[in-house]
């Protein structure tokens, strides 16, 4: 009698501040029966966003001060894998992703045809830029795709989605505890996903551009494309076999 493959454990997660007016509409766009987990990460918000969470009756978790972007993170994905996620989706609760394409995203990693998904924002110029795109961010986006997809050897749409969809394993393997908390964290996760040899891919996402999303401003942007940048390079001396603890293994859980 042939045995029927167990069902994948999906587990969204989500790194949340003041996403109050955002979340409910975020919620909403996940399909039933697409996530066996909902997981929010609220960073000290200043903001009900803690409290509608749990009102909504999803996994609320509240960080013991404003830890950063990427310390939310940690603080979530080690709840993802200690729940039994084999599968973990992070989605930026501002309502900007298209959170209905979550069981699709999912296909792709539980069909084992890549380890890592990205959702890819940048599908056309015209598309960008009447979504609400800043010119300015649209320009700053293409040229570090091109700089990184050249040191990574990928063809990524782009490197800066706040959807992305994780295999358990890459969770398991990548040092992610020792990254920074704050919002290099994304850049630091991906070169060391690709240094461990893990698939990478990505596919369109349809976004919104509002007033109540999340986005990055001029010079925080800008430190961002130099973290994207320094990441870039400490993994090019790693390829040439200097030694790094950013690309060091994970240790176990105990």
């Not at 490197?159 to 505890?177: D, M, P």
Request: aromatic fraction near 10%; glycine fraction near 8%.
């Amino acid at each position: 009698m042939t045995e029927v493959p167990r069902r994948p454990c999906v587990a969204v997660v989500m790194p949340a501040y003041n996403a109050e007016r955002t979340l409910e509409a975020t919620l909403a766009d996940i399909p039933p029966g697409a996530a066996d987990l909902l997981i929010l990460g609220d960073d000290c918000s200043s903001d009900g966003t803690f409290e509608l969470a749990r009102r909504l009756g999803i996994i609320a978790l509240k960080t013991p001060r404003n830890l950063g972007y990427g310390g939310n993170q940690k603080l979530i994905y080690r709840e993802a894998l200690a729940r039994g996620a084999d599968i973990v989706v992070m989605l930026h609760p501002d309502n900007q992703y298209d959170a209905r394409l979550v069981p699709h995203f999912v296909g792709f990693v539980a069909s084992g045809t890549c380890d890592v998904i990205l959702g890819n924002r940048v599908r056309s110029r015209r598309e960008c830029l009447r979504g609400g795109m800043p010119a300015w961010k649209y320009l700053s986006n293409r040229l570090l795709t091109i700089a990184l997809n050249l040191v990574y050897g990928l063809n990524l749409g782009e490197y800066h989605s706040g959807f992305r969809v994780y295999r358990r394993e890459v969770l398991e393997t990548v040092a992610f505890e020792d990254n920074t908390d704050d919002f290099g964290f994304d850049a630091q996760f991906l070169a060391q996903a690709i240094a461990h040899g893990f698939r990478v891919a990505d596919a369109p996402m349809p976004v919104r551009y509002f007033k109540e999303a999340s986005s990055i401003r001029f010079w925080p942007s800008v430190r961002y494309g130099l973290a994207n940048l320094k990441v870039a390079a400490q993994y090019v001396g790693f390829r040439i076999g200097l030694r790094s603890r950013l690309f060091a293994r994970r240790a176990p859980a105990v």
